[in-house]
């Protein structure tokens, strides 16, 4: 018999290759010594969501394709270290995986190798409502095949969240992870009017709770139409990698919600914890705990008044 869990990861299992650079944008050349090196490591967006949520002291639980690979055995051996339970189904293409070019400033660019995954490929349905039946709520990554999982999960009454990550807001894949979920994140990363697509994505679907994230400038959250700032927080250490910022947001964000916190507090609780991700090398696996979570945001929140937020628009 599985497990009562807290959250089900579905998707986003998968390697990557970390490279850094001496710049971003990186200038041709024949050639570069790269310093500190190259490393691959199990952890791509759903690995690190099951990650921060394990860390914070939820019961996670990771359902994905993973491939009878040498990157299939790292992702295995990540969850296996943790003691974070996987569900896999097999992936013909192999295991997923990426390259993120790191700059010194701890921007990064990732490459995704699309040929990892089919169109045809599929969960069976039979294992996804077996999982949904014993968790509290599901966090959806936008990876093949889980958009098929959305209606099961619906069905099944579990409430979901998802992660549009650098959506245009244009871009027809993503649109039905925008509408079939309770609770949307994306990056203001590539959109020219963030509130007009938080506003349409709540207009058109399901989510009552539409957040943006937004880097140094904190993130936006949209609820029961009313639009508020949480500006950033200062980091713990030197900044030295955004990667995995966004998921550790997530989960934070995720654990004020099962606790039933406002959003807004909850976004604080992202805000802060996206901080802590970018103090943390790409070559390392790590997430903020439960205690340093609750302390700073106790700080912060006496510096700033109940909830850390300021009205939308509101210099930080």
């Known amino acids: 018999m599985l497990k009562q ?15 850094h650079v001496p710049e971003l944008p990186l200038p ?24 921060g949520l394990h860390a914070l002291g939820l019961r996670a639980h990771h359902l994905d394709m993973i491939g009878d690979d040498h990157e299939g055995d790292l992702v295995r051996a990540f969850h296996r270290d943790l003691g974070i339970p996987l569900t896999e189904a097999p992936l013909r ?20 190798d699309a040929a990892r995954t089919h169109d045809s490929d599929r969960f069976e ?48 894949y993503h649109e039905s992870f925008a509408l079939q979920a309770d609770l949307v994140f994306l990056s203001t990363t590539a959109l020219t009017d963030p509130e007009r697509t938080m506003r349409d ?16 400038e904190g993130s936006y959250l949209l609820y029961e139409g009313e639009l508020t700032h949480t500006p950033a927080v200062t ?27 406002h959003p807004r507090r909850c976004a604080l609780y992202g805000t802060v914890a996206g901080a802590y991700a970018c103090t943390v090398p790409a070559t390392r696996t790590d997430a ?10 106790a700080e912060v929140e006496k510096e700033r008044g109940a909830g850390g937020v300021l009205p939308a628009g509101t210099p930080a």
């Open 28 to 51: 041709f050349a024949d050639s570069y010594m790269i310093r500190p090196g190259i490393e691959t490591r199990a952890g791509q967006s759903g690995d690190f969501v099951t990650l």
């Open 288 to 297: 903020i705990g439960r205690a340093e979570l609750l302390a700073t945001v």
């Open 125 to 172: 349905e039979s294992a996804v409502r077996e999982l949904a039946a014993v968790t509290r709520h599901a966090h959806v990554v936008i990876t093949q095949p889980c958009a098929f999982t959305l209606p099961v999960l619906r069905e099944a009454g579990v409430t979901v969240s998802t992660d549009l990550h650098d959506w245009d807001g244009l871009n027809p």
């Open 235 to 261: 980091p713990p250490a030197p900044v030295v990698d955004s990667n995995g910022a966004g998921d550790a947001f997530a989960s934070a964000f995720l654990l004020g919600r099962l606790e039933g916190e």
């Open 201 to 216: 994505i709540a207009d058109r679907g399901r989510a009552r709770t539409v957040v943006a994230t937004a880097g140094a």
């Open 93 to 112: 293409g192999g295991t997923k995986r990426a390259v993120n070019l790191v700059g010194p400033d701890g921007r990064r660019l990732s490459l995704y």
């Open 5 to 19: 869990t807290d959250v089900l990861v579905l998707g986003g299992a998968g390697v990557d290759t970390i490279v």
